[in-house]
């Protein structure tokens, strides 16, 4: 998740004796990799993309993708670990920035996602809608981070039940009710352009979410 455009970027990597190091430029290579297998997986479906669309699209050649990656499903995988990897800090930071407040911050990182996928429209689209018709590792991959961002939100709702001033979910299952709705609700934005901007789906999560706590939905900030 290195773009927010549909068109992946193409910044060159000096070479000769400028060169970077090479796990530098591998790096480099890898970043540009998944920028390009995004807007490819977005723009064909991942069933019509090749490793030599995604290479093309990334300025490299298709040997090139082959040290990276034994096949484009390898490619959707780690796509979509990295994306993780990228979304959670989001979230995380947003939440710590939020305060101590339990609504403030699930609001704040709720909120960090929902605009992750703006800022990466291409990323958003693959790893949300793509990734379900890329085989069963794909589905197990997706299944294994819905279970991750699950377990992030049970553990802030015990640590903020354990202060005193917090419900607990009334179940494990609640949290992973929460990012399956998410997920299904963002996949839908996407995929119908319904709502008409996936920031409109905020105040319909954050309902579903205190409604499974008993809590009632505090007033948005301003600006919000």
């Known amino acids: 998740m290195a773009s927010s455009d549909r ?25 540009r990799l998944f920028e390009a ?47 993780y990897n990228v979304l959670l800090d989001r979230i995380v930071k947003a939440a710590q920035a939020a305060g101590d407040e339990p609504l403030t911050r699930m609001r704040a990182g709720m909120r960090a996602f929902l605009v992750a996928l703006v800022d990466f429209p291409n ?6 809608v793509e990734i379900i018709g890329a085989g069963p590792a794909a589905a197990q991959r997706r299944d294994e981070i819905i279970a991750r961002f ?3 939100l049970d553990r802030e709702n015990e640590t903020a039940s354990q202060r005193g001033s917090f419900p607990r979910f009334a179940s494990p299952h609640d949290a992973f009710a929460i990012v399956g709705a998410i997920a299904e609700l963002a996949s839908r934005q996407i995929r119908l352009g319904r709502p008409e901007h ?5 105040p319909v999560i954050e309902r579903f979410a205190v409604g499974l706590l008993g809590q009632p939905l505090p007033a948005p900030a301003p600006g919000d």
């Open 123 to 128: 990323e958003g689209q693959t790893l949300l």
């Open 198 to 202: 996936m920031l409109d789906l905020q």
């Open 150 to 152: 699950a377990e992030v």
């Open 7 to 31: 068109t992946p970027s193409r910044a060159t990597v000096p070479r000769g004796r400028h060169a970077p190091p090479l796990e530098v430029r591998l790096s480099l290579q890898r970043e």
């Open 37 to 83: 297998a995004a807007a490819v997986f977005a723009a064909t479906g991942y069933a019509d993309a090749s490793a030599e669309s995604i290479s093309r699209a990334a300025g490299m050649s298709k040997a090139t993708f082959y040290e990276h990656f034994a096949n484009k499903e390898e490619c959707i995988l780690e796509l979509f670990d990295a994306a």
